[in-house]
């Protein structure tokens, strides 16, 4: 609606006037869902892979960047989603070589690795029924 326009736009005014870009954007990384009850890159970079931020490789951070759009469609520890997860990852990194953040090699051999490949097994969590609405709810 119009009104709700109104109040994002007033909302993001006054965001922008206390915060610098950098710092709302990692405000926002620290609390993204990213799926299996993940809140925040950091915490998504130790759910599926058991790894800090700084040590991902390049195609799990480029997986990792693909979730906020789908998190339950793109997760890779559900099989049904590995051919999803695969496509989008792989869109982030076309993405990233579009705008010369990686060269077309690095783009080419992050390609070639599996969506599925350091994947932590999935806990119980992700068995959960009803996972969508908890992820949407919480």
Known sequence: TAKRKVQEWYLSYKLEQQYSKHEIL?????????GNRS????TAAKKYYNKDLKDLQLHEAAML?????GPN???PTKQENVERATQR?????SLMNRHGYITKDEMNNAMKISVTEG?????EVTEMKYQAFLDAVV
């Open 26 to 34: 990692e405000m926002y990384l620290n609390k993204i869902n990213l």
């Open 89 to 93: 990852r792989n869109v982030v990194l």
């Open 119 to 123: 994947l932590q097994p999935s806990s």
């Open 73 to 75: 469609i793109y997760d």
């Open 65 to 69: 960047a693909g979730l906020p759009q």
């Open 39 to 42: 809140y925040g890159i950091a």
